[in-house]
């Protein structure tokens, strides 16, 4: 099992550029989750799919659009970068149960830099 | 806004002491997490309790819940070198998310 993978590990993108940043489970989970993560902050959702086919808005949406492809991969797009969106971003995934939500599994990161 | 918060915002403590560290937060849970994080590196899970439990156990790990505080404690004993981290709490409130919050850092002296 590899866990929760994430490409690319760093970018460095000029201010108005886009790119999609990929994010794949191969733990049959439900749920699947975009944060970022600022100097000496916790985490910020971005945005979430409860499960295959849906995706919800978290705390910070603005500049970012996802797509749920299919039940293991879970995609974060930039369209157009700015340099406030220069963070660390994590995916993670979890499973949803009736009694509340399973412990959730992170990859390891993308740090991206917009000049 | 912030579901959790965390007290003290940073920790220092000499290698073989325990630390403890507190959560707080606002409404009723389904339960609540632990997760470290060390240095550029993802968060990795520590403990689950569920808002029925009121103490759980793992390894060096202690946690407490009290829900009519709406608070929690997680306890390392006998630290380590390698426990220096930052340490993260999370509710889940139902509504398929988990709320974080800003963490507590602690760094463990030898």
């Known amino acids: 099992n590899a866990g929760v993978t994430q490409t690319p590990k760093f970018q460095v993108l000029k201010t108005g550029q886009s790119m999609t940043l990929q994010c794949a489970q191969d733990?049959?989970?439900?749920?699947m989750y975009w944060y970022r993560q600022d100097p000496g902050m916790g985490l910020r959702l971005i945005y979430y799919?409860?499960?295959?086919?849906?995706?919800d808005k978290g705390e910070v949406p603005n500049g970012y659009n996802v797509s749920r492809l299919n039940k293991r991969e879970f995609s974060l797009r930039l369209e157009s970068a700015a340099p406030s969106q220069t963070s660390v971003y994590f995916c993670?995934?979890?499973?949803?149960?009736?009694?509340?939500?399973?412990?959730?599994?992170f990859g390891p990161g993308t740090r991206l830099t917009v000049l | 806004s912030q579901q959790g918060e965390e007290d003290p915002q940073a920790l220092s403590i000499q290698e073989g002491e325990n630390a403890t560290m507190n959560c707080s937060y606002k409404?009723?849970?389904?339960?609540l997490q632990w997760y470290r994080q060390n240095s550029g590196r993802g968060l990795v899970h520590l403990i689950l309790?569920?808002?029925?439990?009121r103490e759980k156990h793992s390894g060096r790990l202690r946690v407490t819940l009290d829900t009519s505080k709406k608070s929690s404690s997680l306890l390392i004993t006998a630290s380590r070198a390698a426990d220096t981290a930052s340490y993260f709490c999370?509710?889940?409130?139902?509504?398929?998310?988990?709320?974080f919050g800003a963490g507590t850092t602690v760094t463990v002296r030898a």
């Open positions: 993670a995934s979890t499973i949803v149960r009736d009694r509340g939500m399973d412990e959730q599994f």
């Open positions: 733990m049959n989970h439900n749920s």
């Open positions: 799919s409860a499960s295959e086919g849906t995706t």
């Open positions: 409404t009723s849970i389904n339960n």
């Open positions: 309790i569920r808002s029925n439990e």
């Open positions: 999370a509710t889940d409130i139902g509504d398929y998310k988990l709320s």
